[in-house]
């Protein structure tokens, strides 16, 4: 059993199958609930740092602080619901989450860390939710699916793909554009 191996089944949730149903790396799935965890403690954190901008008169603070705690919160609550084991939907809510498609949850990542930066373009606020932006984005990049073998790549690039006499030769002449060039292909 290699490390990494070692370190899947310890990172394992209960219920879990242990036969991977998609191509993505276990590194990766690690990374997103990883930063989807930690970003929600600093969004928590941050949000009620933002919150005591309401002392200056800065309403907009306060708005900004509690939509990112509400961010951070419901992000632990789908990351890491071991962190929430005192609400009894929390192990429910997170399974229903991780049934659905990668795309879905980095769109909602996405979208519910934009209005605080929106808000209020603080430092604090900045970090706590581009945090959770963050884990949106390594879950868009999941959800995109794993590269192609480097023959299948190769292939790609032959010529005569995509069309069956391959495509024209370069012209020797720099000039020509490609309404001047007989080899182009017109409609008819």
């Given at each position: 059993m290699s490390f990494g191996e070692k370190i899947a089944s310890i990172m394992e949730r209960p219920g879990?199958?242990?036969?991977?149903?998609?191509?993505?790396?276990?590194?990766?799935k690690y990374a997103g609930r990883g930063v989807g965890t930690i970003g929600g403690f600093f969004a928590i954190l941050l949000g009620a740092w933002g919150c005591v901008g309401i002392i200056m008169g800065?309403?907009?603070?306060?708005?900004?602080?509690?939509?990112?705690?509400?961010?951070?919160?419901?992000?632990?609550?789908?990351?890491?619901?071991?962190?929430?084991?005192?609400?009894?939907?929390?192990?429910n809510l997170s399974d229903w989450v991780d049934r659905k498609p990668y795309w879905q949850r980095a769109a909602v990542y996405c979208l519910i860390a934009l209005p605080a930066i929106i808000l209020d373009a603080g430092l604090g606020t900045i970090f706590g939710s581009g945090l959770i932006f963050a884990t949106g984005i390594i879950y868009g990049l999941m959800s995109l699916g794993k590269k192609g073998s480097r023959p299948?790549?190769?292939?790609?690039?032959?010529?005569?793909?995509?069309?069956?006499?391959?495509?024209?030769?370069?012209?020797?002449?720099?000039?020509?554009?490609?309404?001047?060039?007989?080899?182009v292909w017109r409609p008819t």
């Open positions: 879990q199958d242990p036969v991977t149903k998609d191509e993505v790396p276990w590194w990766m800065s309403v907009s603070a306060l708005i900004a602080g509690m939509w990112q705690m509400v961010a951070g919160f419901l992000v632990i609550i789908i990351e890491a619901p071991c962190c929430c084991l005192f609400i009894d939907f929390v192990q299948d790549l190769a292939g790609m690039t032959s010529p005569g793909v995509g069309s069956p006499q391959g495509p024209p030769p370069p012209s020797s002449d720099h000039h020509t554009t490609l309404m001047e060039d007989p080899d």
